[in-house]
């Protein structure tokens, strides 16, 4: 089983208070056992999260763990799609629990989105690209976050996540996860506002279907107003 607090001395640079390595700890008990790259279709529970930013009619959603082999295959061709149509990607973190460092890297992940968005993502595009170069060695991801943020110019701090902010918000997004009813990764839903069709389909070949789904959604939602809240 993944105990988040086994992974809390190999943060770069980061040694957490007792209270945080409580709080992981804590989330490792929430935790479902999701399945990586399973096939099954989710069965949804609670829809609030299945729905696009604001200001935007459709939007995909993507519920990832940074450690699983078949996201990082995914992540490209989401990305991709995403460009191509001008679309928000949502990428929400959901933890498998035998996972040596997914959660270290979300909360890695983080705090780089503290620097920008933009090097957030390109952190976690890196860390997919390079996935199985970590086999199941948090030291080895230790590494290659001190070259990524050494090649930008970044010192991380000591202690990098002090309040536990950041531990905090990835395990608001698991249990956002459970409540929308998530149980394997990658799992990708295409959502719209104000659709004629489906608010939310989940696409289960990304590699297969992706585009045809966005294709049918923005029909669905043509002259529809945006999601506005």
């Known amino acids: 089983m993944f105990n988040l607090h086994s992974f809390a001395p190999h943060l770069p640079g980061f040694r957490f208070r007792r209270s945080v390595a409580a709080l992981l700890v804590g989330l490792a008990t929430v935790l479902l056992a999701p399945a990586a790259g399973s096939q099954r279709g989710t069965q949804v529970h609670d829809p609030a999260a299945l729905k696009p930013p604001a200001g935007a009619r459709v939007a995909i959603v993507e519920f990832v763990d940074m450690e ?28 498998i629990p035998s996972h040596a460092w997914s959660g270290i890297a979300a909360i890695n992940a983080r705090w780089f989105d503290t620097k920008s968005k933009a090097l957030g993502d390109q952190y976690r595009d890196q860390v997919f690209a390079n996935q199985p170069t970590f086999y199941n060695n948090p030291e080895l991801l230790r590494q290659f976050t001190e070259k990524f943020a050494a090649s930008h110019h970044i010192v991380m701090p000591v202690p ?13 997004d698991n249990e956002l996860g459970m409540r929308t009813g998530i149980e394997h990764t ?15 389909i989940e696409v289960q070949r990304p590699d297969q279907h992706l585009y045809e789904t966005i294709d049918q959604a923005i029909l669905d939602t043509k002259g529809n107003a945006p999601h506005s809240k």
């Not at 295959?73 to 933890?95: C, G, M, Q, S, W």
């Not at 990098?160 to 608001?172: C, E, H, M, R, V």
């Open 68 to 95: 699983c082999p078949v996201c990082a295959t995914t992540n490209p061709i989401v990305e991709k799609a995403a460009a191509t149509y001008k679309i928000p990607l949502v990428r929400h973190d959901f933890l």
């Open 160 to 172: 990098i996540d002090p309040q536990g902010k950041l531990a905090n918000a990835l395990k608001a």
């Open 186 to 200: 990658p799992t990708v839903f295409v959502v719209t506002s104000n659709s004629k069709g489906a608010p939310y």
